[in-house]
C-alpha cells in the first residue's frame, strides 16, 4: 500500500465555491502531480512539481492552481468551481530513481 | 490522437482464461509502464519494461515491447474474477520526465 493520502475522498459543493484537494505523501519523493480523470477515460497531467517552490502546467489546460511549500504536501485549489469541474482527481509521487508512480485514492469532486 | 492507444477497450474473459492487452504508442521512450485500476481507486503499478528489453515476467503477468512496431503487449495468464480492473499503459517519454498515459482497457473476468 503506498504511502501517499488524499482528502476528501468525495466532495459536492456548489458552483462559485472555493476548494482545496489535500495530497500528501510520506516517502520523501521529490516528484508529485495531479491527474484529472473523468469515469472510464484516460489520465490528464493538470500540474506537476519537481521539488519543494517549483511547479508546471500540464498537458491539459486546467483553471486550478497548485503549491509546493514541503517537499511532502502538495494542494491543488480551485479558486471558483464550476459544473465542468466534476471530476476524479488523483494525485502521485516518484522520486528520481524509480520511474514507476504511486498513486493515492483519489478525490471524486462533484459540483452543483 | 493519443501518445498510448490501447486495445481492445473493453474485454470480457472467463476465469481462468488468459487476458492480452495492447498498447501501441508514437514516439521514442525510456520506459513503458502498465497500471492497473480497480473501480473508483487510484492507479496501482504493475510492470516496467525499459526501451532495451523485450520482455519481462511477473507472477501472472508478461510484458513484451516491440520498439520498431513502437508497441506493447500485456498478458495476464490463468485470469481471477480479482483480476477485474481497468488496465493502463503509460509511456516514460524521452525527454518529458512525466508519463503519457493510454485510455486504458477495462477487464471484466467471469466467474
Known amino acids: 500500500e503506498a504511502d501517499i493520502y488524499q482528502t476528501p475522498r468525495y466532495l459536492v459543493i456548489g458552483t462559485g465555491k472555493k476548494i482545496t484537494l489535500e495530497c500528501s505523501q510520506t516517502?520523501?519523493?521529490?516528484?508529485m502531480y495531479w491527474y484529472q480523470q473523468d469515469p472510464g477515460m484516460e489520465l490528464h497531467l493538470i500540474h506537476y512539481s519537481y521539488g519543494v517552490n517549483s511547479t508546471e502546467k500540464g498537458d491539459l489546460s486546467s483553471e486550478s492552481t497548485v503549491s509546493r511549500i514541503r517537499t511532502e504536501h502538495f494542494p491543488l485549489t480551485l479558486e471558483s468551481a464550476r459544473p465542468s469541474h466534476t471530476s476524479q482527481y488523483l494525485c502521485?509521487?516518484?522520486?528520481?530513481?524509480?520511474?514507476?508512480?504511486?498513486f493515492g485514492p483519489g478525490t471524486r469532486l462533484t459540483v452543483l | 490522437s493519443q501518445q498510448g492507444e490501447e486495445d481492445p477497450q473493453a474485454l470480457s474473459i472467463q476465469e481462468g482464461e488468459n487476458a492480452t492487452m495492447n498498447c501501441s504508442y508514437k514516439?521514442?521512450?525510456?520506459?513503458l509502464q502498465w497500471y492497473r485500476q480497480n473501480s473508483g481507486r487510484g492507479l496501482v503499478h504493475l510492470i516496467l519494461?525499459?526501451?532495451?528489453?523485450r520482455e519481462k515476467h511477473s507472477g501472472r503477468l508478461r510484458v513484451t515491447l516491440d520498439t520498431s512496431k513502437k508497441s506493447s503487449s500485456l498478458l495476464i495468464t490463468a485470469s481471477r474474477a480479482a483480476d477485474t480492473a481497468s488496465y493502463f499503459c503509460?509511456?516514460?517519454?524521452?525527454?518529458?520526465?512525466?508519463?503519457?498515459f493510454g485510455q486504458g482497457t477495462r477487464l471484466t473476468i467471469n466467474p
Open positions: 502521485a509521487s516518484n522520486d528520481y530513481t524509480h520511474n514507476e508512480q504511486f
Open positions: 519494461i525499459r526501451s532495451n528489453e
Open positions: 514516439t521514442s521512450i525510456n520506459n
Open positions: 516517502m520523501g519523493h521529490d516528484k
Open positions: 503509460a509511456t516514460d517519454l524521452q525527454g518529458a520526465q512525466k508519463l503519457v
